[in-house]
């Protein structure tokens, strides 16, 4: 079985931002507007195995994480709600 490759890590990146944008996001909420946060907080989960990068103390960890899906609560500020 072939693993997809990216060539350019923007190209991954920008396919990660419209996944999160556009599949994850839930009523009410938005991905945070500082796109400068927005691409921390994605390399950091990059890093992270795909897990949330910030504290977080629920069992199923991999972003988008339990407390946001469960708990409206998104503690990285990956999803900030809508005002």
């Known amino acids: 079985m072939n693993s ?12 990660v931002y419209i996944i999160m ?5 839930k009523e009410g909420w ?7 946060v927005v691409n921390n907080i ?3 989960i990059e890093n992270n195995d795909g897990k ?9 960890t991999q972003c988008p994480c339990e407390s946001y899906r469960l708990k409206d609560v998104c503690h ?8």
Do not use: G, H, Q, S
Request: hydrophobic content about 35%.
């Open 21 to 25: 944008v556009t599949i994850l996001r």
């Open 30 to 36: 938005m991905l945070n507007p500082n796109d400068k």
């Open 4 to 15: 997809l490759v990216w060539e350019d890590r923007r190209d991954f990146l920008k396919a």
């Open 76 to 83: 990285c500020t990956l999803y900030v709600k809508k005002e």
């Open 42 to 44: 994605i390399k950091m």
């Open 52 to 60: 949330c990068p910030c504290y977080n103390d629920c069992m199923d």
